[in-house]
C-alpha cells in the first residue's frame, strides 16, 4: 500500500484548519472534513466552517453537502468517505482529514460498527429522560443494562450514554455486544497527528472565537433555523443556546456565556477522545509547519 491518510485531529479553535491547508498545498493534495457539524450548508458561522478563501486553497470534501433536512449518519459517512478516498488516491497517494468529531474520524480510519435501526420513540423518550431525570439517571440505566459500555464509553457525554442506552432498549441487548473486535481493512495507511495546547490557552481561544462568531453573524444564522430547531442537525452547541434566547428563556449575554462554556465542555470531551490513541503524534498548535512536514516525511520514509 502507497496510499497514505494524513489525519489531523484536535480540540476545537486549535488551528486544524489552518494546519490542513499547509499541509495539503505542501503535497499538492485534497482535503477530507470529518467534523459531523461541518456537513451541513445552512450553518456555516456557527460551525467555523472554511470560509470561501480558505476553501479555494485546496479542493474539500465533505464540506456543506448536506442540508440540515437530511439524515446523515456516521455509517453513511464511513460509506461515502472510503468510496472517495478511492477515488482520489487513484491519482493522489496522499489525501489529508481534518475533523474534531472523534466518531467520524475513526470510521473512516478503522470502520464504523453497525446497529440495527432503533424506532426514534426509543431516542425521543431517553432525551425527555435527560432533561427531566438528569444524565446521572441514564448513567445509572446503562450501567444496569451494559455494565462494559458504562466502563469504557465517554460517560460523561450524553450523547454517547444515550446512544448506547437506546441500542440496549431497542434491542434488547447490550450495546457492547455490537462493537467490532477488529479494525476493517482499508487500502490506504494513516498517520495520525493532533495539535494540543494548554488547557487555559485553548479556552481562551474558545472565548475569542465564539466572539468573533457573534461578530460574524452567528445570532442572524441561528434565527434563520430556528423553526427548525427540533432537528439532529441543529441540537448542537451554538445554537441550543441561542434557540433559548429567542423563547425568551435566557438573556443573549447568558446565551453566549453558556455557548462559551458548552464549548469549552466539548473541546475537553475531544481531547480526552483523542488521547486515547496511542498512535497519535501530538503538536504543541504553534510548531511550525516545518516541523510536522519533517516528521511526515520520517513517517512516510518508515511506511513506504
Known amino acids: 500500500m502507497n496510499n497514505y491518510l494524513i489525519s489531523i485531529v484536535g480540540p476545537t479553535g486549535i488551528g486544524k484548519t489552518a494546519l490542513s491547508l499547509k499541509l495539503a498545498a505542501h503535497f499538492n493534495t485534497d482535503i477530507i472534513s470529518a467534523d459531523s457539524r461541518q ?12 470560509n470561501s ?8 470534501h465533505f464540506i456543506h453537502h448536506k442540508s440540515i433536512k437530511d ?21 493522489k ?20 460498527d453497525e446497529f440495527p ?18 444524565l446521572v439517571f441514564l448513567q445509572q440505566e446503562l450501567k444496569r443494562l451494559d455494565p462494559k459500555s458504562y466502563k469504557t ?41 493532533g495539535l494540543k ?39 448542537t452547541v451554538g445554537y441550543k443556546e441561542l434557540f433559548n434566547y429567542f423563547d425568551g428563556q435566557w438573556t443573549l449575554e447568558f446565551a453566549i456565556s ?11 470531551r475531544q481531547m480526552t477522545w483523542f488521547q486515547k490513541d496511542s498512535e497519535t503524534e501530538w503538536f504543541e498548535y504553534d510548531t511550525n509547519v516545518k516541523v510536522i512536514l519533517d516528521y511526515l516525511s520520517e513517517e512516510l520514509k518508515k511506511t513506504s
Open 71 to 91: 439524515a446523515y449518519s456516521v455509517g453513511a459517512f464511513e460509506k461515502e468517505a472510503i468510496e472517495k478516498l478511492e477515488v482520489l488516491h487513484a491519482s
Open 258 to 268: 453558556e455557548i462559551k462554556k458548552n464549548t469549552r465542555r466539548f473541546a475537553k
Open 117 to 134: 435501526d432503533i424506532a426514534p420513540e426509543i431516542r425521543g423518550q431517553l432525551n425527555l429522560e435527560l432533561e427531566s431525570k438528569g
Open 153 to 193: 464509553i465517554a460517560i460523561k457525554n450524553p450523547h454517547r450514554v444515550i446512544r448506547a442506552l437506546e441500542i440496549c432498549k431497542g434491542t434488547g441487548q447490550p450495546y457492547s455486544s455490537f462493537l467490532k473486535k477488529h479494525k476493517a481493512q482499508r487500502n490506504f495507511k494513516t498517520i495520525s497527528i
Open 53 to 60: 478563501e480558505e476553501l479555494e486553497v485546496a479542493t474539500h
Open 93 to 112: 497517494n496522499i489525501v489529508v482529514m481534518v475533523g474534531g468529531s472523534g466518531l467520524y474520524v475513526n470510521a473512516v480510519i478503522e470502520g464504523f
Open 39 to 50: 456537513f451541513y450548508k445552512e450553518i456555516p458561522i456557527g460551525t467555523a466552517a472554511p
Open 197 to 235: 495546547a494548554d488547557r487555559p490557552l485553548i479556552y481562551e481561544r474558545i472565548n475569542n472565537r465564539v466572539d468573533q462568531m457573534i461578530e460574524n453573524g452567528l445570532l442572524e444564522e441561528a434565527q434563520a433555523v430556528f423553526k427548525h430547531r427540533d432537528l439532529n442537525a441543529l441540537n
